[in-house]
């Protein structure tokens, strides 16, 4: 009709200002509140990052020490979502899990729902903050059979979450420290990332003044998607299956296959929508692959082998050159959960974890903006003009 601005996909419309995450695709630069990701992954933890994503600001050692200590004051959840937890079928996707149990936490933790309420927002983001790696881990023993473990404040965050998923009632969980930075870059590098689908989500819900635990629990939902955040499970499954079928040996038929278009395969954890040169973080998680894959004695790991085959045809084959198709995060973070035993299963729920500050950051800047009204998006009518109905 020429009213509106016909833009599938958004590739070309900017749909809010915003001051959190800077994204140079071309470069292949990532900027949290300014700060490069590289200098944070060496130098910050996750909570820091949270309180950076947050606040606009690093905290200093004593907001840190204050902003821990809130974190881990709510790392438990309501006695009564164990309850809540026994109504999914122990086969269900975590995904699907968790998506009903951060839907939940607003029936739980009524007291907070007003999003308009900048102190009920404060409120709502610790707990979401603190209680994901419990739900998470809630999500993981539910599924074995094995009993919750409730969360111990003494370790890190990352600590606490690996000792949640992997310690069991007769048998303590070292928790090596390496593996504990690895899965606290994990959590930083998918802290946020501007304004992709699940963060749109996450805005567009809260923008009719939903509570936040159903604005994040959108978000959730949305992340599952292979196109996604559920592009680190389907790359791990990409993997595995090659190494099936003949492993080292298959990597060039595969990726000729890749760039058949009839057959409907993509290489999962390659690409981005914003990235047209390396993503940054992929360059970081293949340096935390390495360092996983050597401390654990998995240097030898097939899959990585294979990961490192097809990154190096894809950088050479016109297919992908031609494309600008790069590794994004997800092409490495998949070998490096296997690694430390996270089943693959739970991928995208750990990225969910990691990815709430971002979706609370977001949310909390959509409000406080003047210019914030409900999300709208216009259409053009395609469909068939008025006609009578004739029975
Ligand atoms: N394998 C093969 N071809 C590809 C791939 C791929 N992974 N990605 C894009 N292409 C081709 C695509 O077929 C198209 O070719 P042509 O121009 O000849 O039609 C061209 O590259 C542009 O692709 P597009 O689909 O128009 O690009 P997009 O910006 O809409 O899609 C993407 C971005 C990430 C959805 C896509 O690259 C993809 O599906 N990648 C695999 C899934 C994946 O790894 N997703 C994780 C993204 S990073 C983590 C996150 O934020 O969730």
């Given at each position: 009709?020429?009213?509106?601005?016909?833009?599938?996909?958004?590739?070309?419309?900017?749909?809010?200002?915003?001051?959190i995450t800077?994204?140079?695709?071309?470069?292949?630069?990532?900027?949290y509140r300014?700060?490069?990701?590289?200098?944070l992954?060496?130098?910050?933890?996750?909570?820091d990052t949270c309180y950076l994503l947050l606040k606009g600001?690093?905290?200093?050692?004593?907001?840190?020490?204050?902003?821990?200590?809130?974190?881990?004051?709510?790392?438990?959840?309501?006695?009564?979502?164990?309850?809540?937890?026994?109504?999914?079928?122990?086969?269900?996707?975590?995904?699907?899990?968790?998506?009903?149990?951060?839907?939940?936490?607003?029936?739980?933790?009524?007291?907070?729902?007003?999003?308009?309420?900048?102190?009920?927002?404060?409120?709502?983001a610790?707990?979401?903050?603190?209680?994901?790696?419990?739900?998470?881990?809630?999500?993981?023993?539910?599924?074995?059979?094995?009993?919750?473990?409730?969360?111990?404040?003494?370790?890190?965050?990352?600590?606490?979450?690996?000792?949640?998923?992997?310690?069991?009632?007769?048998?303590?969980?070292?928790?090596?420290?390496?593996?504990?930075?690895?899965?606290?870059?994990?959590?930083?590098?998918?802290a946020d990332?501007?304004?992709?689908?699940?963060?749109?989500?996450?805005?567009?819900?809260?923008?009719?003044?939903?509570?936040?635990?159903?604005?994040?629990?959108?978000?959730?939902?949305?992340?599952?998607?292979?196109?996604?955040?559920?592009?680190?499970?389907?790359?791990?499954?990409?993997?595995?299956?090659?190494?099936?079928?003949?492993?080292?040996?298959?990597?060039?038929?595969?990726?000729?296959?890749?760039?058949?278009?009839?057959?409907?395969?993509?290489?999962?954890?390659?690409?981005?929508?914003?990235?047209?040169?390396?993503?940054?973080?992929?360059?970081?998680?293949?340096?935390?692959?390495?360092?996983?894959?050597?401390?654990?004695?998995?240097?030898?790991?097939?899959?990585?082998?294979?990961?490192?085959?097809?990154?190096?045809?894809?950088?050479?084959?016109?297919?992908?050159?031609?494309?600008?198709?790069?590794?994004?995060?997800?092409?490495?973070?998949?070998?490096?959960?296997?690694?430390?035993?996270?089943?693959?299963?739970?991928?995208?729920?750990?990225?969910?974890?990691?990815?709430?500050v971002g979706w609370i950051a977001q949310?909390n800047e959509?409000?406080?903006?003047?210019?914030?009204?409900?999300?709208?998006?216009?259409?053009?009518?395609?469909?068939?003009?008025?006609?009578?109905?004739?029975?």
């Amino acid at each position: 009709t020429g009213m509106f601005t016909y833009d599938p996909g958004f590739l070309s419309t900017a749909s809010c200002q915003s001051t959190i995450t800077y994204i140079d695709g071309d470069k292949g630069e990532l900027l949290y509140r300014g700060h490069p990701i590289e200098q944070l992954a060496e130098q910050c933890d996750y909570l820091d990052t949270c309180y950076l994503l947050l606040k606009g600001e690093l905290p200093n050692a004593s907001q840190r020490d204050e902003f821990h200590q809130l974190v881990l004051k709510h790392t438990m959840v309501h006695e009564q979502m164990h309850f809540f937890m026994r109504g999914f079928r122990r086969d269900a996707h975590p995904m699907a899990v968790l998506t009903g149990l951060v839907g939940a936490m607003s029936a739980f933790y009524h007291e907070n729902t007003d999003i308009h309420n900048a102190e009920h927002r404060d409120r709502a983001a610790i707990q979401l903050i603190a209680k994901m790696p419990t739900l998470v881990a809630m999500a993981y023993k539910y599924g074995k059979g094995e009993p919750y473990m409730y969360p111990k404040n003494h370790l890190s965050y990352a600590g606490n979450f690996l000792n949640m998923m992997f310690a069991t009632p007769c048998e303590d969980y070292r928790v090596n420290p390496v593996i504990e930075r690895a899965m606290d870059r994990i959590f930083i590098l998918h802290a946020d990332h501007e304004q992709n689908a699940s963060t749109s989500t996450v805005r567009l819900c809260g923008s009719s003044g939903t509570n936040p635990f159903a604005a994040i629990a959108a978000g959730v939902a949305c992340l599952w998607g292979p196109a996604h955040g559920g592009a680190n499970e389907a790359c791990l499954h990409m993997l595995e299956d090659i190494q099936k079928h003949g492993g080292l040996a298959k990597v060039g038929e595969f990726m000729e296959k890749v760039k058949d278009k009839n057959s409907g395969v993509r290489l999962m954890g390659f690409g981005h929508r914003v990235y047209k040169n390396y993503d940054p973080r992929a360059k970081l998680m293949q340096q935390t692959c390495n360092e996983v894959l050597t401390e654990l004695g998995l240097e030898k790991d097939p899959l990585f082998a294979l990961a490192k085959k097809v990154e190096q045809i894809a950088l050479e084959d016109d297919y992908f050159v031609q494309r600008k198709l790069y590794p994004n995060v997800d092409f490495y973070s998949g070998i490096v959960q296997r690694a430390i035993g996270i089943p693959v299963k739970l991928f995208t729920g750990i990225f969910a974890l990691a990815r709430t500050v971002g979706w609370i950051a977001q949310l909390n800047e959509m409000i406080g903006d003047p210019e914030y009204k409900i999300g709208r998006p216009r259409q053009l009518y395609v469909g068939a003009p008025r006609r009578d109905v004739k029975l």
